[in-house]
T-cell receptor
């Protein structure tokens, strides 16, 4: 079974803090993704990575950065957290081609006060 | 721009009452259509991938079908444990990302 894990289920941070969300997959997948999910807006792609140290912006990259130093680990960084970044953050991974199924982690519910 | 629309937004069924969820899409070259189930506070759980019109896939009480413009998720004799939000997503020539619909929230009552 594919397993995608995320470092925290719930996180509370203050405005202006630097926040790290980590994601690890154990299936040797090439591609990894970060989405955020908000009521009424659905899932929106923030960043993705198709190889180690490679990254591409998604639909809403502003205020975020990412890091992928190892194949199994993909980190999302909020450089200076703001209240409008309060959301559910979901990490996903897929094997190799664009059409491969994406498997999701359990999500991190981030609240920025 | 790719568009994915799911209907209805919410659906309430009695246990055993079969129904269908709809996902209509407008994309520049469909490469795959995906169905996920999501329970409250959890990540989406993969159900099916469909790649070409006419394709069908089944798993227990669920059956997914695909045409050139839409996909249906048929639920036969649902049980309360089928209550969840069902998400449809497409991958197209635009790139790696999935474009998600807003989901259908299904409630099955005993």
């Amino acid at each position: 079974d594919v397993k995608v894990t995320q470092s925290s289920r719930y996180l509370v941070k203050r405005t202006g803090e630097k926040v790290f969300l980590e994601c690890v997959q154990d299936m040797d997948h090439e591609n990894m993704f970060w989405y955020r999910q908000d009521p009424g807006l659905g899932l929106r792609l923030i960043y993705f990575s198709y190889d180690v140290k490679m990254k591409e912006k998604g639909d809403i990259p502003e205020g975020y950065s990412v890091s992928r130093e190892k194949k199994e680990r993909f980190s999302l960084i909020l450089e200076s957290a703001s209240t409008n970044q309060t959301s559910m953050y979901l990490c996903a991974s897929s094997y190799g081609t664009r059409t491969d199924t994406q498997y999701f982690g359990p999500g991190t519910r981030l609240t920025v006060l | 721009e790719d568009q994915v629309t799911q209907s209805p937004e919410a659906l309430r069924l009695q246990e055993g009452e079969s129904s269908s969820l709809n996902c209509s899409y407008t994309v520049s070259g469909l490469r795959g259509l995906f169905w996920y189930r999501q329970d409250p506070g959890k990540g989406p759980e993969f159900l099916f991938t469909l790649y070409s019109a006419g394709e069908e896939k089944e798993k227990e009480r669920l059956k997914a079908t695909l045409t050139k413009k839409e996909s249906f998720l048929h639920i036969t004799a649902p049980k309360p444990e089928d209550s969840a939000t069902y998400l449809c997503a497409v991958n197209s020539n635009s790139g790696y990302a999935l474009n998600f619909g807003k989901g259908t929230s299904l409630l099955v009552t005993p």
